[in-house]
């Protein structure tokens, strides 16, 4: 009798692959193993045992696996359920969901690339003759490729050898090599606490004597403590005593004074106490009471709280009240890099249960975290993660918090599969009868259309600030008036310098929030009027000051800061508008005397460029920090009283249907950092043109009524949440071919979905990467079936194939694109 299993590959193929296995193996698989199997010609690859049966492959005979890779199944049946619902619903394969959701060490492939692990030494006794092979090739060349490795020791099958010496922690595989990041340390000094009396420092200055210079030195740290609170570094006590490494080393090895590191680094919980979690006030109390009633209703249930109103401490009970049922929680942030401060609060409550999942964490650490999930344990009963945290593998799922659920970082763009991470975690949730909670200041129209219009979800609301804080005052500054009247210093108007002045003067923190990084989006010649165009995009480049150098936003073209206009030869070249750079520069001859920091993709790009810039802002050590979005990501800075908004009208003028509710959510996110304790916030918002809807609701703070304007838009227009979206995007390096593949795509969708299909049409920026972009958009009415909506279009996507001058066009279905 025959015995098969089906598979998936983790490549982009529409079906599952049939392959022969023995009875005995048919005993011992089980779904969610993972087996090496041959694919091609030559190629080895790791799959997923997806079900084992009885019925041959009618059209090929199947091929016989290689070997089984896991002694027990490493992937659920409730993740396999919930990968089928991702391919089927975001159109893509379940291929592409395996590689999305599988930590890359789980998936080895004849193209991985093994190289030795120095940091562990290796007794040569300790190898089999087949690993001892290896390990001694990799001493004579750096790195080999799994194939090359195949022919070392004359197998095919070479995939187990590898996991015994990965185990043994004798190699390495090629994604490692990246993870070579060391977080910088900073160095802080203070005065041993034996010296903390006065006659004890009496006493060790009389010792002291006869080292003038380590006296000075101690002299120093004691006047620099007395006019600070802020730690002390050792540069600054250097500066200050004009002494040397040695001598300040020598105070150290005597342990006079000691030294510290303050460092952003890795998750680990290193405290013993946990703090007890806060009491509620009287408005939290009610509205968590809503929350439960909410949930015996309905399986998801949306929290509007406005900023800063506590609602972190609302999901603390929820989370406890989960974990005390012996459940697992998943907690979902935008942005898992900005949320140190997150991660540290949760820690302080539930101690080492708390596991953290995001991409910038190296491979073994996520592969630990998986594992810890899998096996349920201790260390694992909250996640707390970024999108792709849906993708580990519960059991016990009893509730899931999506924080900031209005947040444009849930959706993935690109590769496939194109998820977005809160529809995906409410059908995770849904698969364990788990309960979902979506929490916001400025919910996304279709969830609170959902709440208040649809009954789809549950409802909460959390309208008072904790402490009864006011709401920050919300200023509209007219810059067309200002500059008429001359009150522009730079990009600053008068209104705004003399609040900074105030601010800075009261010892409190500002942050100004400008969308655009770099120093000036074009360089203009103003001879001929000609700026440069990156050669492979469709684009201007950007001027980064810090770098002299002009850049491509798209594809990361750059080239040095021109002298020359490139057209003409003159050399009278101009920047036109303005990027944080610039805004740092004016800040920095305004106000000389005080720190100021900047917060964009520049300054952000190790691990901890996020942590490093936000610990220094919380203690103080920037007075002033200029940036983009990031800042709008439920940060919590204590001591920020004046927020500056430096020009809300591009947000309000991008071509996009969502662009005014993007705009509402982002300046009232933004507004929402500042006056967080116990004085009122003052937020200013400077523009030209202060007269707009959008910018009234945003002073008012009224996200009622931006939601039925921008509604009732929806309903006249045929967008989301009333139709949905299905966006089409060929792309292809031949202009013409784009065109004409579009031209036939939409004509044949046309035939079906009559006018509810728009376009082809360019996009703002039509090529990137030498790429031409063309974009169709379906939309779909509420009536029509998704299911039925979705078999059209993948039948027309494959008689599109079937021309042979179309094959070579790349195309991308985007589903809920927005």
């Known amino acids: 009798m025959q015995y098969f299993i089906d598979v998936i590959l983790p490549i982009p193929i529409e079906r599952l692959f049939t392959y022969s296995i023995t009875r005995a193996e048919f005993e011992y698989i089980k779904p969610g193993m993972r087996v090496a199997v041959p694919f091609g010609k030559s190629k080895i690859y790791t799959a997923l045992v997806h079900n084992a049966h009885q019925n041959p492959p009618q059209v090929y005979e199947a091929k016989a696996i290689h070997q089984i890779l896991d002694e027990y199944p490493i992937v659920t049946k409730y993740q396999i359920k919930l990968w089928s619902w991702i391919a089927e619903y975001y159109m893509c394969t379940l291929g592409d969901v395996l590689r999305a959701a599988l930590p890359s060490a789980f998936l080895l492939e004849s193209e991985t690339i093994i190289s030795l692990n120095d940091s562990n030494t290796i007794i040569d006794s300790q190898l089999k003759d087949d690993e001892f092979l290896v390990y001694e090739a990799l001493h004579y060349q750096s790195a080999l490729k799994v194939n090359e490795i195949s022919n070392i020791i004359d197998k095919n099958n070479i995939l187990p050898v590898l996991k015994r010496l990965l185990e043994k922690k004798a190699i390495t595989v090629k994604e490692e090599i990246f993870e070579k990041y060391k977080p910088k340390?900073?160095?802080?000094?203070?005065?041993?606490?034996?010296?903390?009396?006065?006659?004890?420092?009496?006493?060790?200055?009389?010792?002291?004597?006869?080292?003038?210079?380590?006296?000075?030195?101690?002299?120093?740290l004691f006047s620099l403590s007395v006019n600070t609170t802020k730690p002390i570094k050792v540069s600054e006590l250097k500066a200050k005593s004009k002494a040397s490494s040695a001598q300040i080393k020598a105070l150290i090895d005597k342990q006079i004074i000691e030294e510290y590191f303050i460092q952003t680094d890795r998750i680990q919980y290193s405290g013993t106490e946990k703090e007890s979690i806060k009491a509620l006030n009287k408005y939290q109390e009610n509205t968590l009471t809503d929350i439960i009633q909410s949930f015996n209703k309905h399986n998801v249930t949306l929290l509007f709280g406005v900023t800063s109103s506590g609602k972190t401490e609302l999901y603390v009970k929820l989370i406890d009240a989960a974990i005390k049922s012996g459940k697992q929680v998943l907690y979902l942030v935008p942005e898992i890099a900005l949320t140190t401060q997150l991660v540290n609060r949760l820690q302080n409550y539930f101690g080492e249960q708390v596991s953290v999942y995001h991409s910038k964490y190296s491979l073994n650490e996520r592969v630990e975290v998986w594992n810890n999930v899998l096996e349920n344990s201790d260390k694992a009963k909250i996640i707390l993660g970024a999108r792709s945290s849906v993708f580990l593998p519960f059991n016990g799922l009893g509730l899931v918090i999506i924080d900031e659920e209005h947040e444009q970082s849930y959706k993935q763009f690109d590769p496939a599969p194109r998820y977005h991470a809160r529809d995906t975690a409410i059908v995770l949730a849904s698969l364990f009868?788990?309960?979902?909670?979506?929490?916001?200041?400025?919910?996304?129209?279709?969830?609170?259309?959902?709440?208040?219009?649809?009954?789809?979800?549950g409802f909460a609301e959390l309208n008072r600030r904790y402490n009864d804080v006011l709401m920050p005052e919300i200023e509209l500054v007219d810059i067309k008036d200002k500059h008429k009247r001359k009150r522009m210093k730079g990009h600053f108007s008068d209104r705004l310098i003399a609040e900074m002045t105030e601010t800075l003067q009261e010892d409190q923190q500002i942050i100004l929030f400008q969308n655009r990084r770099g120093f000036s989006p074009i360089v203009e010649c103003n001879t001929c009027g000609h700026s440069p165009q990156c050669p492979n995009c469709d684009v201007s480049l950007t001027y980064h000051q810090f770098k002299n150098q002009l850049r491509c936003h798209y594809c990361g073209y750059n080239m040095s800061m021109l002298q020359n206009c490139l057209a003409c030869g003159s050399v009278d070249l101009d920047s036109k508008g303005f990027g944080t750079e610039q805004i740092e520069e004016e800040v920095k001859v305004l106000f000389p005397n005080y720190k100021v920091g900047r917060m964009d993709l520049d300054t952000t790009r190790g691990k901890y460029g996020y942590e490093k810039i936000i610990t220094a802002f919380e203690q103080n050590d920037i007075d002033i920090l200029v940036g983009t979005q990031m800042l709008t990501k439920g940060l919590d800075f204590r001591n920020v009283k004046l927020v500056g908004i430096m020009n809300a009208d591009n947000m309000l003028n991008f071509p996009d249907f969502r662009a005014h509710e993007r705009s509402f959510q982002l300046m009232l996110q933004v507004a929402g950092r500042a006056g967080r304790t116990a004085e009122r916030g003052k937020v200013l918002i400077q523009t030209y043109n202060p007269y707009h809807k959008i910018l009234q609701q945003v002073s008012n703070n009224d996200y009622v009524s931006m939601f039925k304007e921008q509604l009732d838009e929806r309903y006249n227009y045929k967008y989301p949440p009333i139709y949905r979206l299905i966006k089409i995007t060929l792309k292809?390096?031949?202009?013409?071919?784009?065109?004409?593949?579009?031209?036939?795509l939409a004509k044949s969708l046309k035939q079906i979905f009559r006018t509810n299909v728009l376009g082809p049409e360019f996009p703002p920026v039509s090529r990137i990467r030498n790429q031409y972009n063309k974009n169709i958009l379906i939309k779909i009415p509420e009536k029509q079936s998704l299911l039925k909506t979705k078999e059209a279009i993948l039948k027309v996507k494959n008689s599109f194939f079937s021309i042979k001058e179309f094959r070579s066009i790349r195309l991308i279905l985007n589903v809920d694109n927005y």
Do not use: C
């Not at 340390?185 to 060790?204: F, G, H, M, P």
């Not at 200041?441 to 649809?454: D, H, M, Q, R, V």
């Not at 292809?732 to 036939?744: E, F, L, P």
């Open 185 to 220: 340390l900073i160095r802080y000094v203070k005065l041993n606490v034996n010296y903390s009396s006065d006659e004890a420092l009496q006493q060790l200055l009389e010792d002291l004597t006869r080292a003038p210079k380590q006296s000075a030195v101690i002299m120093s």
């Open 433 to 457: 009868n788990a309960k979902t909670l979506l929490g916001s200041a400025t919910p996304s129209i279709e969830s609170f259309f959902n709440a208040t219009k649809a009954d789809k979800y």
């Open 732 to 744: 292809h390096k031949d202009y013409n071919r784009v065109n004409t593949g579009a031209d036939w």
